[in-house]
């Protein structure tokens, strides 16, 4: 790191990106790092992370940005720039910037802001009231966010920071977990507040507020507040389920967004969301997220005293993850699929994996430019003692790249 004092770290870093956002891949994209030891990056060291990502999923790729310059760009498998694979549980972090953009555009239907309670026919749909359960009436739209509102999820449940093993936990949390049906006739595992359970049904309930009061699918809604802006490419959502019991059409698509997840996004567009946070939810001239929301998705928040999980971020405020600053948070996705914002190394990074399964055209039915040579038809898992916890031991070899 720089020989300096800390607090003067961070200013000096941002402002050698703070004027700098990438125009759409189409015009150019990401500006690219022809040296980047000069940008305080080992490449050595991202190759190793690379290689290690290549024990953990079938297809991917590792990304990085430093000081707003595409450092690293490699990929594996199915794994490509143009891919569109289903990136799971990222998705919940696209759910929470829906709602952080549209608390500032309809202020006025939140005058309690975050502690709105939101179990009202106000926000979600008529014909589920009354509730069949009264204590979620006290549950706010800060919680869901936090997964700190009690709905039934997945173990371990936490509580004020210690790790419990609850019976029933639920028994799909897939994507039956983001249909409108699910989620509202979820079960309370805890009173709101009072516990923390990652439950997707939690993140598909908040796009359920965002489409009752924008009045559009939440897809439509970041399709022109976000994604727009920020220049993306071809994406959109896995929503053709044909399996799934309810929630879809004659042709299996899903009725609504799925807000817990699905979400089907180019490779440099994930970086674009990430750099957007990193730099506090502004995208050039535009404040596309409120600054003061997305500060709080990168460290602890008052809605959940129970684990490091912000808005559908986890962080790393308490210094859990070893040798990865403080104010690192990311999201990650079942499959190997993370993104990572480390403001005070000026830094996003993102994590592409999927198996093969994730990378079906038919979920997306979106077109793809490119073709797989099948190289990874016969992968398997490395050592599980190897592996570990991948999303947490990549973004440690990748910060022990930075310089």
């Known amino acids: 790191m720089l020989d300096m004092p800390a607090p003067f770290i961070l200013p000096l870093l941002l402002s050698l990106s703070a004027d700098y956002f990438p125009p759409p891949?189409?015009?150019?994209?990401?500006?690219?790092?022809?040296?980047p030891a000069k940008l305080g990056v080992d490449v050595k060291q991202l190759d190793a992370a690379f290689g290690y990502i290549q024990q953990t999923s079938q297809h991917g790729g590792l990304l990085v940005v430093r000081r707003g310059h595409l450092v690293y760009e490699k990929y594996f498998g199915r794994g490509h720039r143009e891919a569109l694979p289903e990136l799971a549980s990222c998705g919940k972090a696209f759910t929470s910037v829906a709602v952080g953009i549209m608390l500032r555009e309809k202020a006025k239907l939140f005058p309690?802001?975050?502690d709105q309670k939101v179990f009202t026919p106000e926000y979600l749909p008529s014909a589920y009231f009354p509730l069949d359960d009264p204590r979620k009436s006290e549950i706010?739209?800060?919680?869901?966010?936090?997964?700190?509102?009690?709905?039934?999820?997945?173990?371990?449940?936490?509580?004020?920071?210690?790790?419990?093993t609850w019976e029933n936990p639920t028994e799909d949390n897939g994507p039956y977990s983001t249909t409108d049906d699910f989620a509202m006739k979820q079960s309370l595992w805890c009173s709101p507040g009072e516990c923390y359970s990652y439950a997707t049904s939690s993140s598909h309930l908040p796009a359920m507020i965002v489409r009752r009061i924008t009045g559009m699918e939440m897809e439509e809604y970041l399709r022109r507040k976000l994604t727009g802006p920020l220049g993306f490419g071809t994406w959109g959502y896995a929503m053709y389920r044909p399996k799934l019991k309810g929630g879809i059409d004659a042709e299996g698509r899903m009725f609504h967004t799925p807000g817990g997840g699905s979400i089907a996004v180019r490779a440099t567009d994930m970086l674009r969301f990430g750099y957007l946070m990193l730099h506090d939810g502004k995208w050039g001239e535009q404040q596309i997220l409120p600054a003061d929301f997305a500060r709080m998705c990168g460290r602890m928040v008052k809605y959940n005293p129970h684990y490091q999980h912000s808005f559908n971020f986890n962080v790393n405020e308490n210094g859990n993850l070893a040798d990865v600053p403080r104010d690192a948070y990311w999201k990650g996705g079942s499959g190997g699929y993370a993104i990572y914002v480390v403001p005070s190394l000026d830094l996003v990074v993102y994590k592409l994996g999927g198996n093969e399964g994730q990378y079906d055209l038919a979920l997306t039915r979106l077109p793809v430019k490119y073709t797989y040579d099948g190289s990874r038809a016969t992968w398997k898992p490395?050592?599980?003692?190897?592996?570990?916890?991948?999303?947490?031991?990549?973004?440690?070899?990748?910060?022990?790249?930075?310089?």
């Open 112 to 114: 309690q802001g975050l």
């Open 140 to 164: 706010s739209l800060g919680q869901l966010l936090a997964m700190s509102a009690g709905i039934r999820g997945t173990n371990p449940v936490y509580v004020k920071g210690v790790r419990q």
């Open 382 to 403: 490395g050592d599980p003692k190897i592996v570990g916890d991948a999303t947490g031991r990549t973004l440690q070899m990748v910060v022990a790249a930075i310089r």
């Open 25 to 35: 891949d189409t015009q150019g994209g990401w500006r690219v790092a022809k040296e």
